[in-house]
C-alpha cells in the first residue's frame, strides 16, 4: 500500500509501484490511482495490507486521507516503510519540515 499526497507524490508514487512489481514479480500494491474504488472504505484498503509505505513530500501529513491511513495503520499495527522525497523541484521538502508536519500522536509511530 503506497500512500502518498497527490499533489507533490503521484509520479514518484507511481514509479515506486511499477518498480516494486518488477522487483517481486507477484506481488500486489495498492496505489489509489490504480486501485481505489471507494474512498469511503479506505481504512479497509489499509487492513488488507500487510505493510504501509509512506512517500513523504510536501504536505503529506496535510491530506486528510494520508492522515486517516497512517491513523489506520497505527491503530492495526501494520509495519511502515518511510520514504522522504528531499528534491525541492520534485515535491520534496526536508525530513525536519516532514517531521513538524507529522501530528505529535503519530510521530512515536
Known sequence: ??????????????????NLQLMLPG?????DVD???????LEDYVDQS????????RGFFKS???????????A???PLILVHEENLNK???PLE?????CPVELRGY
Open 1 to 18: 500500500h503506497v500512500s502518498h499526497i497527490w499533489s507533490s507524490g503521484q509520479d514518484q508514487a507511481a514509479n515506486i509501484k511499477r
Open 35 to 41: 486501485d481505489l474504488r471507494d474512498a469511503t472504505r
Open 64 to 74: 486528510r486521507n494520508c492522515l486517516r491511513e497512517v491513523r489506520r495503520a497505527a
Open 97 to 101: 519540515a516532514s517531521v513538524q508536519e
Open 76 to 78: 492495526t499495527s501494520k
Open 27 to 31: 506481488c500486489l500494491v495498492f496505489l
Open 91 to 93: 515535491g520534496g521538502l
Open 50 to 57: 500487510a505493510a504501509l509505505l509512506l512517500f513523504l513530500s
